[in-house]
């Protein structure tokens, strides 16, 4: 397994003189206890060549920042490269092929906006290769900002006084294939013994407009076989996930709760510039934040309403449109299993 790990939400106690150990003690048992919130964003694309945003793409991001760095943890669903090296994976660019690189330095946009982990399982990590997975890597690395989805790779942080593992999976070589029902249960009942919290993030479902419900079954997109969506959120779910993110299909889905885990199979786009088509639907966005237990149980959450506007930047949304698909679409497709959406988002 390949751990890697960063200090997020430390907490550093400083005792002044005199202070009782036992006070000390009870200190850091309250913060063990605290629950923490984890963020997630659907799919990102900070430039391509399609579109370069300008300073190192945080006008992306800015009606969205203080949202994301209320979390404790951000996670979010880098869809391309960072850097300037490898050949793209299209022989020619358009229709059914696309391909994404932005400059390495626009990673800063992402840790400006206040992410701290980034899913690099997904169609789009491997757009120029090796090369340019690996550039996206140091990118990243060079901000601060971790990063989850190689084979056997398990992510751990320290958050709020919790261990957290994250996993990413996709249906790619190049990522924890999801695939792999009986893999995708050991490799999270591993995290699960390292850990206090597992999260698993994942690139899934067929893509547009007309797959917005989650059917039973295997999922095809544009050829490829994407495996059982619901097979494979449900097995990580048993395996002991507390929250399984998913994103691929670019619009909004719905949101289960399924053995005590929360399942949130689809965000829809969250930001790019330029590169991601805004019709109808497609301009449908939102971010979740859900309340975890110092044990991963859910305590519940809200999901924020939002729309993309200009080149693809997520905007609130006073309307509140995004609450109401999700809502609707998780009646329809889980039935009392769904996780029922308030007025204003909280569940």
Request: contains cysteine; hydrophobic residues 45%; aromatic residues 6%.
């Amino acid at each position: 397994m390949v751990a890697c790990g960063i200090a997020l939400g430390a907490i550093i106690l400083s005792y002044p003189s005199g202070r009782e150990p036992a006070a000390a003690a009870a200190t850091d048992a309250e913060s063990k206890a605290a629950p923490i919130t984890v963020a997630f964003a659907g799919d990102i694309t900070p430039g391509s060549r399609y579109g370069l945003p300008p300073n190192r793409s945080r006008p992306i991001f800015r009606e969205v920042r203080d949202e994301l760095s209320a979390a404790d943890l951000a996670i979010g669903n880098l869809e391309g490269t960072l850097g300037m090296g490898g050949v793209s994976k299209c022989a020619v660019e358009g229709d059914t092929c696309f391909s994404f690189q932005a400059p390495a330095e626009n990673a800063d946009g992402l840790r400006w906006a206040g992410f701290d982990l980034l899913s690099l399982a997904n169609n789009h990590a491997f757009d120029f290769g090796e090369e340019g997975l690996e550039q996206t890597v140091a990118a990243l690395e060079a901000e601060g900002l971790e990063h989850t989805g190689a084979p056997g790779q398990i992510t751990e942080l320290e958050v709020g006084g919790h261990t957290v593992a994250v996993v990413g999976f996709a249906p790619y070589p190049w990522a924890n294939e999801l695939d792999h029902l009986a893999a995708v249960a050991e490799l999270i009942t591993d995290a699960k013994a390292q850990a206090d919290i597992v999260i698993a993030v994942a690139h899934l479902g067929a893509e547009g407009t007309e797959y917005s419900h989650v059917p039973v079954g295997n999922e095809i997109a544009m050829g490829e076989d994407r495996g059982d969506t619901r097979a494979f959120a449900r097995t990580a779910a048993e395996a002991g996930a507390s929250l399984v993110l998913a994103s691929g299909p670019h619009v909004l889905r719905g949101v289960e709760i399924h053995a005590g885990a929360l399942i949130a199979y689809s965000l829809g786009n969250f930001g790019g510039w330029h590169n991601f088509s805004l019709t109808g639907a497609l301009a449908e966005s939102a971010m979740l934040v859900v309340e975890l237990e110092a044990d991963g149980a859910v305590r519940g959450g809200r999901v924020v309403p939002l729309t993309l506007s200009g080149p693809g930047i997520p905007v609130r949304d006073e309307t509140g449109s995004a609450i109401e698909t999700i809502d609707a679409l998780s009646k329809a497709d889980f039935g009392r299993s769904a996780v029922r959406l308030g007025l204003d988002g909280s569940f």
